[in-house]
């Protein structure tokens, strides 16, 4: 995997996971489990591990990460309280 696929592959799932929490606030579960799916199949090849980045690279995947991971935490505050009401 080079360095390119790398940050392909990241905003890839930066993407769809911007498209999830636009899906989670409308309510629209069906597109969430669909793009939350996409995800994981675009996650697949990081099972094996991926390439250390370097320089600039390296700069723009962990901001991919972080926004993938402020994506997750924004899905989350959404369906936490929606999942509690199911199991209350």
Do not use: F
């Not at 799932?13 to 675009?42: H, P, T």
């Not at 320089?55 to 972080?66: E, F, P, V, W």
Request: aromatic content about 4%.
């Amino acid at each position: 995997m080079t360095s390119h696929e790398v940050l392909s592959m990241y905003e890839n799932i930066a993407g769809l996971s911007s498209k999830m929490v636009v899906a989670a606030q409308m309510s629209d579960w069906n597109a969430l489990d669909r793009m939350e799916n996409q995800c994981a199949a675009a996650a697949v090849p990081t099972l094996g591990g991926v390439p250390a980045l370097e320089g600039s690279a390296r700069q723009r995947k962990i901001d991919l990460l972080k926004q993938i991971m402020a994506n997750d935490r924004a899905i989350r505050d959404v369906t936490e309280p929606w999942q509690g009401r199911l199991n209350g």
